[in-house]
């Protein structure tokens, strides 16, 4: 049954992409020629092998589990007194092999209030791009972040880039960057990084994740 929907869904989809392509010839009305059943042919065969899973989903299984959190945050910047605050997170996958979620619960310390805050994550490896790619949001924002990047050379640090709108401040799509360690089999490092800050002490958040045992 399964292979059955995934070939009709395969024929939709080259259904698709070449109907696409004859209305655009059409509308130019430049007289090409329509694309050749060989050409759509391989066209599909690339489809496929492109969304095939490899080494790096597989990698996205070390962070399944349940881990306690411990965050710190430097409201007045790089090298203010950072406050503490702990919390959990759940890291399984959305999609079997492909897609991971996080869901985190944690408390944030605004000194004369403290905010529970939950966030919900997914990372997947995007083989087309051949780029990490993922989205973050929470119950205190309306904001959708979204975040691309490659572990570094040696494969020790996962390292993406995105952008973030900061209110407070006016500030549109400045550039952030977000960088996973992993010092140990269960013990995790996740590090926010203000780009606009400069070159050196970016570091404005940081996760310590400790797996539960």
């Not at 059943?37 to 080494?55: C, L, S």
């Not at 759940?90 to 805050?117: C, H, N, P, Y």
Request: charged residues 25%.
């Amino acid at each position: 049954m399964f292979s059955n929907r995934f070939a009709a869904c395969v024929l939709v989809l080259g259904v698709l992409a070449l109907a696409s392509t004859a209305a655009v010839q059409d509308k130019k009305g430049e007289g090409q020629k329509p694309l050749a059943p060989q050409f759509a042919a391989d066209g599909m065969q690339r489809w496929m092998e492109v969304n095939k899973t490899d080494h790096r989903h597989a990698k996205l299984a070390e962070w399944i589990g349940t881990w306690d959190t411990e965050m710190r945050m430097w409201m007045g910047g790089p090298g203010s007194q950072p406050t503490v605050t702990k919390g959990t997170a759940t890291f399984s996958w959305i999609v079997e092999g492909r897609w991971l979620k996080q869901e985190a619960e944690s408390e944030m310390d605004m000194g004369s209030m403290k905010l529970k805050v939950r966030s919900f994550g997914q990372l997947g490896f995007d083989r087309y791009k051949q780029k990490y790619v993922g989205s973050n949001i929470d119950s205190m924002t309306t904001t959708l972040l979204t975040y691309e990047g490659n572990f570094d050379f040696g494969d020790k640090n996962l390292i993406l880039w995105g952008t973030m709108d900061e209110p407070m401040s006016g500030e549109h799509d400045k550039m952030v960057k977000y960088v996973w360690r992993f010092p140990a089999p269960d013990k995790m490092v996740y590090e926010v990084h203000d780009t606009s800050i400069g070159e050196e002490n970016t570091k404005v958040v940081e996760f310590t994740y400790t797996r539960r045992k």
